[in-house]
C-alpha cells in the first residue's frame, strides 16, 4: 500500500453499506500527526452518522473512532509524540483552540465542536487516519490494543460524569442500562468505591452486571420493585439508548438527586410521577437535576487511562477483521454486540 493513499469504508449516502474504497491521504498540517490503524472499535456514533442523524454529518462518511494505532508522521508543531508511538484516538480529533472553552482546557465543549469528530476529513475504519496530535494519546504500555480502542470513547464517555458526581461508598450509583456504555460504567463505578445497582430491563444481564462489579440489581420492568426503591439513589447514570421510564428513574432518585446523561438518548419532559409523562412533580418536589455529560477534557482522557489501568477495567470484547465492518455494525444495530465490538485491521 501507498503512503499516499489510504483504504477505507465508506458510506456513499445516508443508511447505505460501507464499501471498501480508496483515497488519497489528507494532507498533515503542522498540528497534525498521521496514525496507522491497528484497532477500531464500533460505537452507536459510528450508526447515528451513518444513518446521518443530527444533520451534523456529511457524505460521503467514512466513520470510525475508537481508534488505536502508530503514530506514522509527525507535524512540525507537535510535542510529545513521535514515529512509532502507539497511540489511542476517541470522539474528538480536533479542537478550534481560539473559543473561551479550548483556552479554559476543555476543548471537548469547543464551541465549533460539530467540525471536531474524528472521523472528518475521514475516520478510524481505514489503514490510517490524521488528527491533531493533541487528541492523540500515549497508551500504558501493557494496555491491550482492543481494551484501549473501546475505552477512547465508551470510557471517556462515562469514567468523568462518575469521577465528578460521586463520594465514594456514601454514594448510592445507578447504572441504567447494561450494554457498551454501562458494563463499563459498573466497573468504573465499582473502582471509585460507589454503592452500584444495575438497572436493566432485561432479567439475563443480572449475573454478568454482578460480575462486572454491581452490589445490586434492579429490574426496571418490575413496578413494583421500582417502587420500593423511591428516593434510593444519590445518582442515576442512563447508558440505555431506548426505552427508558424516566418517570421511574426521577422517582427512584433521592432530594437533590441528579440524572446524567452521556449519551444522545431520546428523552421525554416533562417527568411526572411514575407515568413518564404529566406535571413535572416528582422532578421538582425532588430537586433533582438532569446533567448532560459529554465525553471529558483531555485531562479527563488521561485520567481514565491511567485509572482504568490501575484498576484493571476490561470491556468486554468481540474481536472482528476490517473487513467485515458491515457485519460488525450489523451486529450493533440488532444489539447483539457482548459489549462492544473491535475491528482488527487485516
Ligand atoms: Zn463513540
Ligand atoms: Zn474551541
Known amino acids: ?81 513521535q514515529v512509532g508511538d502507539r497511540v489511542g484516538i476517541g470522539w474528538q480529533g480536533r479542537c478550534c483552540g481560539e473559543c473561551e472553552w479550548c483556552r479554559a482546557g476543555e476543548e471537548h465543549l469547543c464551541l465549533q465542536i460539530a467540525d471536531c469528530g474524528t472521523w472528518t476529513p475521514y475516520g478510524g475504519f481505514a489503514s490510517s487516519v490524521v488528527v491533531d496530535g493533541r487528541f492523540a494519546y500515549p497508551l500504558p504500555a501493557d494496555m491491550a490494543a482492543e481494551v484501549a480502542a473501546v475505552l477512547m470513547c465508551a470510557g471517556i464517555a462515562v469514567y468523568p460524569p462518575l469521577r465528578k458526581y460521586t463520594a465514594g461508598a456514601s454514594t448510592r450509583v445507578g447504572i441504567v442500562g447494561v450494554g457498551g456504555l454501562g458494563h463499563l460504567a459498573i466497573q468504573f463505578a465499582h473502582a471509585l468505591g460507589c454503592e452500584v445497582t444495575a438497572l436493566s430491563s432485561t432479567p439475563a444481564k443480572e449475573e454478568e452486571a454482578r460480575a462486572f462489579g454491581a452490589d445490586h440489581f434492579l429490574l426496571t420492568t418490575d413496578q413494583g420493585a421500582m417502587e420500593e426503591e423511591e428516593f434510593g439513589f444519590d445518582l442515576l447514570l442512563c447508558t440505555a439508548p431506548a426505552g427508558n421510564d424516566w418517570g421511574n428513574l426521577v422517582m427512584v432518585l433521592t432530594k437533590n438527586g441528579r440524572l446524567v446523561l452521556p449519551a444522545f438518548a431520546p428523552i421525554d419532559l416533562p417527568l411526572g410521577a411514575v407515568s413518564g409523562s404529566g406535571p413535572a412533580v416528582d422532578l421538582v418536589a425532588h430537586q433533582v437535576s438532569i446533567t448532560g455529560s459529554f465525553l471529558g477534557s483531555r485531562a479527563d482522557m488521561r485520567e481514565m487511562l491511567a485509572f482504568a489501568q490501575e484498576h484493571d477495567i476490561a470491556p468486554r470484547i468481540e474481536l472482528m477483521p476490517m473487513s467485515q465492518v458491515n457485519e460488525a455494525i450489523l451486529r450493533v444495530r440488532q444489539n447483539q454486540a457482548r459489549y462492544r465490538v473491535v475491528l482488527i485491521n487485516d
Open 1 to 81: 500500500m501507498s503512503r499516499s493513499t489510504v483504504q477505507g469504508h465508506v458510506a456513499q449516502a445516508p443508511g447505505e453499506r460501507l464499501e471498501p474504497v480508496t483515497y488519497a491521504a489528507p494532507e498533515l498540517k503542522e498540528v497534525d500527526v498521521r496514525v496507522a490503524v491497528t484497532h477500531c472499535g464500533v460505537c452507536h456514533t459510528d450508526i447515528h452518522g451513518i444513518d446521518g442523524d443530527f444533520g451534523v454529518f456529511s457524505f460521503p462518511l467514512v466513520p470510525g473512532h475508537e481508534i488505536v494505532g502508530r503514530v506514522t508522521e509527525v507535524g512540525s508543531a507537535v510535542t510529545g509524540l
